[in-house]
């Protein structure tokens, strides 16, 4: 039975492959975060929301999770999306934090290295995906300076020993199959260098929710036709032997992201021009 009752927080972790291994965050045993509320279903005009976590820090603030939302049977992926980022919105969200996996295009970006990226090339077809009409969303500064930044400090003290790449572009694509060859010659053509499948349309619905949003993403494999060809054992080792840290890491940057303020992200949201609702439409 869908609860109705979506709590108030500031803070929302979007989890992806990066930690999809592990129990998130109970397996980490961590005293500085405490479960709130567990696998919570909230009603949305969307439809119900995929089961949510609730984690309490240690100044008392709530931060929503939710892992791997686009991949339930019987919801798409683009209902999926709508129905986490209504629930997102009703409880005040600002600042949102999405992790995952990546294949990279360059050859000499090993699996393990990390990417903050700062951009995005949006190959999918799910571009209409939207919780309401209401705004003209600007992709100017796509990814919150502000929150990259904590990434940035979070990562290079939790993983001294991995590439951290700072800056980038995300190419996105459908799934759930990966790209063909030719597709990442294309991609890599226009200025990609890692291709992923979820930052968009995650980055949309931030941005007409108010929110600050950025990610942080693993290399899983290097992307077809660059290289030798991957091996799933290689993929899945990457899995699963990063999930603890990536854990920790993400939990280490809860505290560092509450208050920071100086981006202009909000700014990149302008009520809409056009639509039936405004003056001087026909
Ligand atoms: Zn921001």
Redesign the pocket.
Known sequence: MPHREIPRASTALIGGSGTHAIDFPEALQRADVEIHAKEVVYSTPFGDSPPMNTLRLGNGELVLTCRMHGWRSGTTRKEASQQLFSVLREAGVE?IIAEGGVGTVHADWAPGSVIIPDDYLDWTARRDTALSDDYLLIMRDPL????RGALAEAAASRLPDAALITGGVYAVTDGRHFESRAEVRALAAMGADVIGQSLAPEVYLAREIGA???GIHQVVNRAEGVGQDWSHRELRSIFHERASLMGNLLLDLLPLVSG??T????GLRKKTLIGPDVPGAP
């Open positions: 600042k919150c300076k502000d929150l600050c949003y950025a920071r303020e981006c202009g992200c909000r």
